[in-house]
C-alpha cells in the first residue's frame, strides 16, 4: 500500500518541491500551508509520516509537534521538521518535544528522501 | 665688688640666654629639634617651680622654722611621684586639646565657658602679681646687697628703679622669645631652652655654696649635722597639722600655678617625657633642697645678728669674702627669679590677652566694622601689651607693697589662690557631671574667700582691712573676722583660709554641678576629658588591622577627593618602598591615615571612621559623642557625601539603563538575523531543491521543466530584491543617504507612483478617488525617495485590500509648513494591536508569500520619511487601511551628510 506523508508547509514553492520529490518516489504527498487545519486532518487520518515547517502562520511548528505527541493515535507518528531559522536553540526545543529528525533549510533533495525513508521503515 | 661689674656679669648672662633662646628657636623652626625635645630638658624647665623664693627665701624660711621648708618640695614630689596619672591624663588632654593655659583649659571642660576663662584668669593674676613683685623684690635686694659703699651711684641703691629695669628687661626677653609666633600649640622652644639653662646654673649655685658651706666653713656633714642641733630653736618643732597642709599646698600649687601648667602641659611634646621626670623633678628638688638648712645654720651661726636670713645665699660668701662664689650665687638667684617671672608673665599674658582683651576687642569691633583681615598680628600685639601688662602689675605691686613682707609668705599666699582652680580642674578630669556652673560658683566663692581671709589682709593693717575689723570683724560681727571665719580660731591664717576657701569652693562646685543641668556641647567636652585615654588616638590602637588598602582608599577619596586620596596613598606606599598606591596597612599608616582624616573631619570622626573600617575596636557611646561634637563639620560633608552619592546613584542609573537597553538590543540584534537567516534561506530552499529536481530531468515534460525554471528565477529575484532592501534600510538607518533634493510637483509625483504601482496584482482593478487641484504643490524634497514612499504605500494597497470593489482614495492637506498625503482604501484594515507594529522590520501580517516582501516596506518607508524630516503614520478610524504621509514643503539641506549617530539602538535596528 502506498504510504502518506503530511507536509505542513506555508511557503508554496517549497511545499511544490516536497511534493514532487516524495510522490516521484511513490509517497503520497498531502500538503497544507494551514497549521490549524491540519491537526484536525491529522487526528481524523493520520499520514504515516509528518514533514513540519517550524516557521507557520498563526501557529508555530512546535505547538502542532507537542499536540501530535499529546495524542495517543498519533504519539508514534514520526515527524521531519523543517527550519529555515537554522537556531540551535531550535533543535533543542524541537528534540524536548520529541522531533524525530530535524533538518536546516535548504537541504538536498536526496538528503530528504534518505530520511524519509529510514523513518517510514521503523 | 663693683656694681658695674655685676651689671656687665647680669647683661653677659642675659646675653647668653638670648643666644640660647635663639638658637633653640632656630633649631626648632629648622626641625632639628630633637635634643631641645628631649625628657631633661623638659624636666629641668619644670624647675621654674624653683623661684628666687626657693633659691634665697627657702633659707631664710629653714633658719625661721627649721625643716618646714621641706614642704614647699614633698607637695611636688608627692604629686610627681604619685599622682603621675593625673598628670598624664592633664597633659594628654592639654596636648590633644591644644590648651594654651589653666584658664583654657577649665575653660574648654566646661563647655568652651568664656566666664570661666575670666574668672581663672583674674584669679591667677591677683595671685601671679604678688609673685612676680616677689622676684622683682629678690632681684633688686640682691643688688644692693654687693653695695658696699652706700653713697655709691643712686641706680645702685635705689631698689625700686633696679625692679624697674628689671621688668623692662624681662619684659623685652619675654615678647622676644614668647611672641615670636603664634603658634597654636604655644610652644616655645626658645623660652623652654634658656629655662632649662637657667634650671642648671640655679642648680649649681645652690650646690656650691652648700658645699662649700659643709666642707670648708664646717668640717663636714657630721659637723654640720651637730651644728643644726646646736642652732635648733623651739619653732623648728614640727608640726603635723601645718605640715599636712602646707605639703596638701605645695602639691596643688605645683598643679594650678599658670607657671607650672604652662611648663607641665602647654609647653609638654610627649607624655613620655613625664615618665622621666616623675623621678628627675623629685631628685631635682632634693638636690635644690639638700644644702638649705646647713646654709641656714651656718648663716645664723656666723652672721652678724639682725641680718636677713633670705639673703644668706649672698651675705655669706660675701662675709667670708668668697666674692666669686657670691657671684655665682647671685647668677643662681638671678636665673630662678627670671625664668619665674618669664614663664609667668608669658603664662599670664596669654591668658589675658586669651580670655580678656581679644574677646573685648573683638566685640567692640565687631560692633564697628567686620574685619576678615590676619588675627595673628592683632593676637600677637595683643600678648606683647599683656607680657608688659602684668609685668608693670608686679612692679605696681613692688612700689605699693615696699617690698615689705617676707618673701615666703607671699609665694604661699599665691599658692591659696591658685589652689582655688584645684576642684574645677580635677573635676574636669574625673567627674562627667561637673558642670560649667558649678565650677563658675566653686571658683568664685573660694577665690572671695582667698581674698577676703589671705590676700587682703597680706597688705598689712590699715592698707584694705582696718585693724577694727582684722580683730573684731566687720559691723563687729565676730564671726566674720578673716583670721578666724565662723569662730575657727584654731589654725594659723594661711592654711585658715585654705580650709574655708578650698571648702567652700569644693561645696560649691559639687552642688552648683549636681543641681545644674551640663549643657550637650560640656557634656561631650566632659566625656572628652575625662575618657581620653578610652580613646586612644595612637599608632598603638590599631594593633590588627584587618582591612585591606582597597578598603581604606575609597574612603579616604570620599573625604579628600580621588586625586588627593590616591597621591597620599601613593606616597604612604612609597615611604614602605612599594610601588602603585595601595600601602600594606602596617599601624603607623593607619596613624598618618587617621591624622589626615582628623585635619578633615575632626579626630573624633577620623578614629570612629577607621575603627570601623579597619575592625580593631568597637566604637563606644562615648566616640559618638565624641563625634556629635564634630557636628558641624560631619554636616558639611555629609552634604557634601550626600551630593556625591546622589551623582552616583544617578550614574548608576544610567549605566543599568544603558545596560538594559543593550540587552534589548541584543535580543533585537539575535531576532533580525534569525529572521534574515530566514528570509534568506527560504527562496534558498526553492532554488536548491529545484535545481537539483532539473538535474535528474528524466521524464519530465518540458512544461514542467519551465515551471521549475521560473520558480528558480522568481526566487532569485526575490532574493535580490531582499538584498537590496536590506542595504536600502542599513544606509537610510544610519543617515548615510545622500538625499537629492530638487522641487518637483506633488500630483506629478503622485501620477508617477500610481503608474509604477499599477504592475502589482495588475489583474485588481481600484478606482483611485483623488482632488488633483489640491495635489497641485510644489515641494522641495527628494522627489525619488518620497515618490519610492508611494509606491510602496500604494502597492501594498493593491495587494492587501480585501475589499471586493477596491478603492484608493487619496487626499492632500497643508499645514504650518507641512504636507500630509493620505492614503485611505477601503479594506478591513488593520487591526489596532498590529498598528504599530506594521513599521516594524520583518513585520507580515499575512502569510501571503504573493505579496512577495520580506516585511521591510514600511520600515524602510519610515525611514526614507525620517530621512526627508517627516513620517509615516497609520491613521486609524477611517473605515479602511489609512496611511499618512507627511513632509515639509521646503526640506533644508543638511549641513552634513551624516545624521549624527546618536542611538546605536537605532542603528542596529
Redesign the interface.
Given at each position: 500500500m502506498q504510504k502518506r506523508v503530511l507536509v505542513i508547509e506555508d511557503e508554496p514553492n517549497i511545499s511544490e518541491a516536497l511534493s514532487f520529490i516524495l510522490s516521484r518516489n511513490g509517497w503520497r504527498v498531502d500538503v497544507t500551508a494551514d497549521g490549524k487545519a491540519a491537526l484536525g486532518r491529522l487526528y481524523a487520518d493520520p499520514p504515516d509520516l509528518l514533514i513540519l515547517d517550524l516557521m507557520l502562520p498563526g501557529v508555530s511548528g512546535f505547538d502542532i509537534l507537542r499536540s501530535v505527541r499529546a495524542c495517543d493515535d498519533t504519539r508514534a507518528l514520526p515527524v521531519l521538521m523543517l527550519t529555515a531559522k537554522g537556531q540551535a536553540a531550535d533543535r533543542i526545543e524541537a528534540e524536548r518535544l520529541g522531533v524525530t529528525r530535524f533538518m536546516t533549510k535548504p537541504f538536498a533533495n536526496a538528503e530528504v528522501l534518505a530520511a524519509v525513508h529510514e523513518m517510514a521503515r521503523t | 665688688m663693683s656694681f658695674n661689674l655685676l651689671v656687665l656679669t647680669c647683661l653677659g648672662y642675659v646675653v647668653l640666654l638670648f643666644t640660647v633662646a635663639s638658637a633653640a628657636e632656630r633649631a626648632a623652626v629648622a626641625g632639628r629639634a630633637g635634643w631641645l625635645r628631649s625628657p631633661m630638658v623638659y624636666t629641668l624647665s619644670l624647675s621654674v617651680y624653683c623661684t628666687a623664693w626657693t633659691f634665697y627665701g627657702a633659707v631664710g624660711y629653714a633658719a625661721r622654722s627649721g625643716l618646714e621648708f621641706m614642704t614647699i618640695y614633698l607637695g611636688p614630689t608627692l604629686v610627681f611621684v604619685g599622682w603621675w596619672v593625673v598628670l598624664r591624663k592633664l597633659v594628654r588632654i592639654g596636648r590633644e586639646n591644644r590648651v594654651t593655659s589653666i584658664a583654657d583649659m577649665i575653660s574648654a571642660r566646661y563647655g568652651k565657658s568664656n566666664l570661666l576663662g575670666v574668672i581663672v584668669t583674674l584669679l591667677c593674676i591677683m595671685a601671679g602679681t604678688p609673685y612676680i613683685a616677689l622676684q622683682l623684690q629678690s632681684i633688686s635686694q640682691s643688688f644692693t646687697v654687693f653695695v658696699t659703699d652706700p653713697t655709691g651711684p643712686s641706680l645702685a641703691t635705689d631698689t625700686t628703679l633696679i625692679a624697674f629695669w628689671v621688668a623692662v628687661g624681662l619684659a623685652f626677653f619675654t615678647i622676644a622669645f614668647g611672641t615670636r609666633t603664634l603658634d597654636a600649640n604655644e610652644q616655645h622652644p626658645g623660652v623652654v631652652t634658656a629655662i632649662a639653662v637657667e634650671a642648671v646654673v640655679k642648680l649649681l649655685a645652690l650646690l656650691a655654696v652648700g658645699v662649700f658651706v659643709v666642707w670648708f666653713v664646717a668640717t663636714g656633714p657630721s659637723d654640720i649635722l651637730a651644728r643644726i642641733d646646736a642652732q635648733a630653736l623651739p619653732e623648728w618643732e614640727i608640726q603635723p597639722g601645718r605640715w599636712t597642709g602646707l605639703i596638701l599646698l605645695s602639691a596643688i600649687a605645683i598643679i594650678c600655678l599658670p607657671r607650672m601648667f604652662q611648663v607641665t602641659v602647654v609647653e609638654n611634646t610627649n607624655d613620655q617625657h613625664l615618665a622621666t621626670a616623675s623621678w628627675a623633678f623629685p631628685l631635682y628638688l632634693f638636690l635644690i633642697s639638700l644644702f638649705v638648712l646647713p646654709i641656714a645654720v651656718i648663716g645664723m651661726e656666723l652672721m652678724p645678728a639682725g641680718s636677713n636670713p633670705d639673703m644668706f645665699m649672698l651675705t655669706l660668701p660675701l662675709h667670708l669674702g668668697q666674692d666669686g662664689l657670691a657671684l655665682l650665687s647671685f647668677l643662681g638667684g638671678f636665673s630662678a627669679a627670671t625664668s619665674m617671672v618669664i614663664v609667668a608673665s608669658l603664662a599670664l599674658a596669654t591668658m589675658v590677652s586669651n580670655h580678656i582683651v581679644v574677646p573685648l576687642w573683638l566685640r567692640v569691633r565687631a560692633v564697628r566694622q567686620r574685619d576678615t583681615g590676619d588675627m595673628r598680628l592683632l593676637v600677637l600685639s595683643v600678648r606683647r601689651l599683656s607680657i608688659s601688662l602684668v609685668l608693670g602689675l608686679g612692679y605696681v605691686y613692688y612700689v605699693i607693697t615696699g617690698g615689705s613682707a617676707a618673701l615666703a609668705s607671699i609665694g604661699l599666699i599665691a599658692f591659696v589662690g591658685v589652689a582655688q582652680c584645684l576642684p574645677a580642674l580635677i573635676g574636669a578630669l574625673y567627674w562627667r557631671g561637673a558642670s560649667r556652673n558649678g565650677a563658675a560658683l566653686g571658683l568664685i566663692a573660694g577665690m572671695v574667700l582667698w581674698f577676703y581671709t589671705l590676700f587682703l589682709p597680706s597688705f598689712g593693717p590699715e592698707v584694705f582691712l582696718s585693724a577694727r575689723v582684722m580683730e573684731s570683724g566687720p559691723f563687729d560681727l565676730a564671726w566674720l573676722r578673716p583670721y578666724s571665719l565662723f569662730g575657727l580660731t584654731t589654725l594659723d591664717p594661711l592654711l585658715h583660709s585654705l580650709f574655708w576657701s578650698l571648702m567652700v569652693n569644693i561645696v560649691a562646685f559639687c552642688f552648683g554641678s549636681i543641681l545644674s543641668f551640663p549643657s550637650p556641647i560640656e557634656r561631650v567636652q566632659g566625656a572628652l576629658f575625662v575618657d581620653i585615654f578610652d580613646r586612644p588616638g595612637t599608632a598603638r590602637s590599631w594593633t590588627r588591622p584587618m582591612a585591606e588598602a582597597e578598603d581604606l582608599l575609597p574612603m579616604a577619596q570620599r573625604i579628600f577627593g580621588a586625586t588627593e586620596a590616591q597621591a597620599f596613598f601613593r606616597a604612604q606606599a612609597e615611604l614602605q618602598g612599594k610601588q602603585g598606591f595601595l600601602p600594606d596597612i602596617t599601624p603607623e599608616f593607619l596613624e598618618a591615615l587617621e591624622l589626615k582624616l582628623a585635619g578633615s573631619v575632626g579626630a573624633a570622626t577620623a578614629y570612629a571612621m577607621l575603627a570601623q573600617t579597619v575592625g580593631t575596636s568597637v566604637v563606644s557611646v562615648d566616640d559618638l559623642m565624641a563625634v556629635a561634637s564634630e557636628t558641624a563639620q560631619i554636616m558639611e560633608y555629609s552634604a557634601q557625601l550626600e551630593a556625591k552619592s546622589e551623582e552616583l546613584t544617578r550614574t548608576a542609573r544610567k549605566l543599568r539603563e544603558a545596560n538594559e537597553k543593550l540587552q534589548t538590543l541584543s535580543v533585537q540584534k539575535d531576532a533580525f538575523l534569525?529572521q534574515i537567516?530566514?528570509e534568506l534561506?527560504?527562496?534558498?530552499?526553492?532554488?536548491?531543491?529545484?535545481s537539483?529536481?532539473l538535474m535528474d530531468a528524466d521524464g519530465m515534460s518540458d512544461e514542467e521543466q519551465i515551471h521549475f525554471a521560473r520558480?528558480i528565477h522568481?526566487?532569485s529575484i526575490r532574493l535580490t530584491r531582499l538584498l537590496d532592501d536590506l542595504l536600502d534600510l542599513s544606509v537610510l538607518e544610519h543617515g548615510q543617504v545622500q538625499l537629492n533634493i530638487t522641487t518637483a510637483n506633488l500630483r506629478e509625483l503622485i501620477d508617477r507612483a500610481i503608474t509604477a504601482s499599477n504592475s502589482v496584482q495588475a489583474e485588481r482593478n481600484f478606482t483611485l478617488h483623488r482632488s488633483r487641484d489640491r495635489e497641485d504643490v510644489d515641494i522641495t524634497t527628494d522627489a525619488g525617495r518620497l515618490a519610492q514612499v508611494f509606491i510602496n504605500v500604494l502597492s501594498n494597497a493593491r495587494k492587501y485590500c480585501d475589499a471586493a470593489d477596491p478603492q484608493l482614495r487619496i487626499k492632500v492637506k497643508r499645514r504650518n509648513g507641512m504636507v500630509d498625503v493620505d492614503f485611505i482604501d477601503n479594506g478591513i484594515g488593520i487591526p489596532r494591536d498590529k498598528q504599530a507594529l506594521i513599521f516594524e522590520k520583518f513585520s507580515r501580517l499575512?502569510?501571503s508569500?504573493q505579496a512577495g516582501g520580506a516585511g521591510l516596506g514600511l520600515a524602510i518607508c519610515r525611514e526614507i520619511m525620517h530621512n526627508l524630516g517627516g513620517d509615516i503614520t497609520y491613521v486609524p478610524g477611517q473605515g479602511g487601511a489609512a496611511f499618512r504621509v507627511s513632509f515639509p514643503m521646503q526640506l533644508e539641506a543638511r549641513e552634513s551628510s551624516a545624521r549624527p549617530a546618536t542611538d546605536p539602538a537605532e542603528a542596529a535596528e
Open positions: - | 534569525s537567516s530566514h534561506r527560504t527562496p534558498m530552499t526553492s532554488i536548491r531543491a529545484f537539483e529536481i520558480i522568481d526566487e499575512t502569510d508569500m
